[in-house]
C-alpha cells in the first residue's frame, strides 16, 4: 500500500445500482462512455474505472463508470460529467484476474485500518458511502488478452 497524493480528475461517467449477479451491467458502459467521448472528439486522459458510491452488501451497489478527460466536459443522455476529489489515497496495485479484486480491497482497507488511516467515507442504514473508492484498469483487454495478466489500480481516498 501507498499514499498517494491526487489532484481533482475530471471524468465522464454513467451511474448504476447492481448486484453482483449483474454487475455486468455497469462496466459493459465503458466501452459506451469511450464511444461517446469519440464522438464529440474528447480523448480519454487516463485509464477507465468503477467507482463504488454506495455499497449495501450483499444487496446492491451504486457504482460508477467513468472515463477520466483533461478538462470538464458537458454531459447529455446517460453519460454525466463529474470530478474525482482532490485528496490523499491509498493505493494499492493488483495484478491478476479482476475476481481477485475483492480481496485486494478489502487487504487495502484492512492494511490502512491497522495502520490507522481512516476512511472517507460514511455508514448510515443504506450503506456505506465512499467519496472515492476506485478499480481502475490499467490493462486494456485487446492488448493483454489474459485476465491473469491484468493490472488494476485500487484507490480508496483518506478522510
Same mark, same amino acid.
Given at each position: 500500500m501507498e499514499i498517494q497524493e491526487r489532484p481533482v480528475r475530471h471524468y465522464a461517467g454513467v $451511474? $448504476?445500482? @447492481?448486484t453482483a449477479e449483474a454487475f455486468a451491467d455497469i462496466a459493459d $458502459?465503458? /466501452?459506451v462512455i469511450l464511444g461517446w467521448l469519440a464522438e464529440? =472528439? @474528447?480523448a480519454p486522459a487516463d485509464a477507465p474505472f468503477l467507482k463504488y458510491e454506495t455499497i449495501d452488501m450483499p444487496d446492491a451497489f451504486e457504482v460508477v463508470a467513468g472515463v477520466p478527460v483533461a478538462a470538464p466536459v458537458e454531459g447529455d443522455g446517460e453519460v454525466f460529467a463529474a470530478s474525482l476529489p482532490? =485528496? $490523499?489515497?491509498a493505493v494499492h496495485r493488483h495484478h491478476g484476474h479482476p475476481d481477485g479484486? @475483492?480481496?485486494a480491497t478489502a487487504e487495502l482497507i484492512e492494511e490502512g485500518l491497522g495502520e490507522g488511516l481512516a476512511w472517507d467515507m460514511d455508514q448510515d442504514g443504506d450503506g456505506q458511502h465512499w467519496a472515492a473508492r476506485l478499480e481502475i484498469f490499467r490493462?486494456? /483487454?485487446l492488448e493483454v488478452p489474459d485476465p491473469a495478466d491484468w493490472v488494476t489500480d485500487v484507490e480508496i481516498r483518506l478522510a
Open positions: $451511474r $448504476r445500482t @447492481v $458502459r465503458i /466501452p464529440r =472528439g @474528447v482532490a =485528496g $490523499r489515497y479484486l @475483492v480481496a490493462s486494456h /483487454p
